[in-house]
């Protein structure tokens, strides 16, 4: 008996099928391939006889209802000065509006002080989670750097959907031969290249999650510098050479 059975309604051939092998066939490189898993095949049979959009929603508000979604802890800004990482990495992602011009900030300190600031990577068409992901992505190769030297590295972000794409989501992706019930992955190209970076920092380096616009001085940093990118129009991803004079930062324009 199968342990699962698998409704393919858009893909290569729409149909019921018992294993994952056979259900990945039909919707691998399928663009916009509808597809998801039932436990039983009076599930499956009721699912694939309704149209797609109806039977996911059925079943993302069934989970909904079963156990809430959770994403990862925020952490107040006293936990980040309590943190004991010696290399402290904010990121932060900007677009205005969403889509439209985008751009990535990030924020380095060294023993509890500001060492450095970075900013650019505009796209005059791209999204915040774009723009958050490519932040991620900065902070991910300074933190490997920074391993080098022989210090402890912690990153700080504040987009929970960045954070769950590479530390959650993509473990799983990755094992479904990156393909999702539902749909395509957005930004997938983006997400295999951060992911297959922090792969093999994931026990030495965490990414943890704070809000935004809370006092945690390294997000409000990594703000201002995601809005200079896009105020600047840079495309590289640069230092920020000016004196690091917090006050007039900080009193730069806010995403």
């Known amino acids: 008996m199968?342990?699962?059975?698998?409704?393919?309604w858009s893909g290569k051939t729409p149909g019921i099928y018992r294993d994952w092998e056979s259900c990945k066939a039909q919707v691998s490189g399928v663009k916009n391939a509808k597809y998801k898993s039932y436990k039983t095949l009076a599930?499956?049979?009721?699912?694939?006889?309704?149209?797609?959009?109806a039977a996911l929603k059925k079943a993302r508000a069934a989970q909904?209802?079963?156990?809430?979604?959770?994403?990862?802890?925020?952490?107040?800004a006293a936990e980040v000065a309590r943190h004991p990482a010696h290399t402290k990495i904010f990121t932060d992602g900007g677009c205005e509006p969403n889509p439209g011009k985008a751009a990535s900030g990030v924020a380095v300190y060294r023993d509890?002080?500001?060492?450095?600031?970075?900013?650019?990577?505009?796209?005059?068409?791209?999204?915040n989670n774009t723009a958050e992901l490519n932040a991620l992505h900065q902070a991910l190769l300074m933190a490997r750097r920074e391993l080098r030297t022989g210090v402890s590295v912690a990153i700080f972000c504040d987009s929970q959907y960045a954070i769950q794409c590479i530390t959650q989501w993509a473990f799983n992706w990755e094992r479904k031969g990156w393909i999702k019930p539902g749909g395509p992955i957005q930004n997938l190209e983006l997400i295999q290249e951060i992911f297959a970076l922090y792969k093999p920092l994931r026990a030495r380096?965490?990414?943890l999650h704070v809000n935004g616009h809370v006092g945690v001085e390294g997000n409000e940093l990594a703000d201002r510098m995601s809005i200079h990118g896009i105020d600047s129009r840079e495309t590289a991803?640069?230092?920020?050479?000016?004196p690091l004079d917090l006050k007039k930062i900080l009193a730069m324009r806010a995403g």
């Open 64 to 76: 909904q209802k079963k156990a809430p979604r959770r994403g990862p802890k925020t952490h107040t």
């Open 205 to 207: 380096v965490p990414v």
């Open 112 to 127: 509890g002080a500001v060492a450095e600031l970075w900013f650019g990577l505009f796209n005059p068409q791209g999204t």
């Open 43 to 53: 599930e499956a049979e009721a699912a694939f006889a309704d149209n797609p959009a």
């Open 237 to 242: 991803f640069k230092p920020f050479t000016k």
């Open 2 to 8: 199968a342990s699962k059975y698998y409704v393919v």
